[in-house]
């Protein structure tokens, strides 16, 4: 099962690369950004297919131990999250893409708010996944605030951008209506961090109870 943990942490590597390289596109608009994404996104792909088809076959040699059926599922749902987040990155390159083949661009109101919730979004993955690598359960608490703080920027950030549509400052029409889109696939994306974590959580308090 080792090897299994030790590929999933270098997926976890590639998901995060994926979600930098997607907001350095934000601000580069440079199809070279754009392209890496979806690289990544096929290496993830990849090494989801790989993990999985190894985990079931340690589950079959095994004859269905519970330990190793436990450890199966903790594994293959952490990986399926991962897999999703990477989704959601390739999914974020082509909101901005459909802005930069628009010729247009967010407010700098909007990009910083983008970077904020970037910046906060990155510090999460990185935590959710040393709890995950030292099945450490102990920044779990706080990894749970800052998923709320991070619906709570959401919903702030959303309403700052209707106002600026009132106010004829956000005036495009592609960027515009992707901002939203952007906000919420960023949130989810951190749900999915979150997961990851919630899943090392569990097992840890299953194991600490005697079970």
Do not use: P, W
């Not at 608009?29 to 999985?52: A, F, G, H, P």
């Amino acid at each position: 099962m080792q090897l299994a943990k030790k590929t999933t942490l270098k997926m976890a590597d590639i998901v995060t690369e994926s979600i930098q390289t997607s907001q350095s596109y934000l601000h580069s608009r440079d199809s070279e950004d754009y392209d890496v994404v979806m690289q990544l996104e096929e290496m993830v792909n990849k090494l989801d297919t790989e993990i999985t088809s190894y985990l079931l076959k340690i589950m079959k040699q095994s004859g269905n131990s519970a330990d190793v059926a436990e450890t199966y599922t903790k594994t293959l749902e952490i990986v399926k999250n991962y897999e999703r987040m990477s989704d959601l990155s390739t999914n974020l390159v082509e909101l901005y893409n459909m802005t930069v083949e628009g010729r247009e661009t967010f407010s700098e109101e909007a990009m910083e708010d983008i970077d904020t919730m970037y910046k906060l979004l990155l510090d999460m993955l990185h935590r959710s996944m040393k709890i995950y690598q030292n099945e450490d359960s102990a920044g779990y608490e706080l990894l749970l605030q800052d998923e709320e703080y991070m619906d709570l920027i959401e919903d702030k950030y959303r309403e700052k951008h209707f106002r600026r549509l009132a106010d004829g400052i956000c005036d495009t029409k592609f960027a515009s209506s992707v901002f939203v889109d952007v906000l919420s696939t960023l949130e989810r994306i951190a749900d999915h961090g979150v997961n990851v974590a919630r899943n090392v959580n569990s097992a840890v308090k299953m194991h600490s109870s005697g079970h």
